[in-house]
Nanobody, 126 residues
Framework: QVQLVESGGGLVQAGDSLRLSCVAS????????MGWFRQAPGKEREFVSA????????YYADSVKGRFTISRDNAKNTVYLQMNSLKPEDTAVYFC???????????????????WGQGTLVTVSS
């Protein structure tokens, strides 16, 4: 089992920045690819970003490319999502996910990830 705890959400204005963190425990963190998803009210959970076990490969949804940056610190068992130039449409609950066997072609699908955190709310006002 892997336990994931997100933090860093909050209420910000359009154009501001936030950094989300997700701390993992329970298994060897460096064995897991990590991902960020988000879910807005009334919408399905959608892929935001992912990073492989070493941090050498990163992936982004087109809607956040150039604004968000995913990174990880394996010594701290933590994955980060730096969010810049936030827009009202970024408002959602952001979830951290982990999986040890996910493949690139599946990582944009929420159903492909084994472990999930409880989420942290990001609200961007206009």
């Amino acid at each position: 089992q892997v336990q994931l705890v997100e933090s860093g959400g909050g209420l910000v204005q359009a154009g501001d920045s936030l950094r989300l963190s997700c701390v993992a425990s329970g298994r060897t963190f460096s064995n897991y690819a990590m991902g960020w998803f988000r879910q807005a009210p009334g919408k399905e959970r959608e892929f935001v970003s992912a990073i492989n076990w070493s941090g050498g490969s990163t992936y982004y949804a087109d809607s956040v490319k150039g604004r968000f940056t995913i990174s990880r610190d394996n010594a701290k068992n933590t994955v980060y999502l730096q969010m810049n130039s936030l827009k009202p449409e970024d408002t959602a609950v952001y979830f951290c996910a982990a999986d040890s066997r996910i493949i690139v072609s599946s990582m944009r699908e929420a159903s492909a990830w084994d472990y999930w955190g409880q989420g942290t709310l990001v609200t961007v006002s206009s």
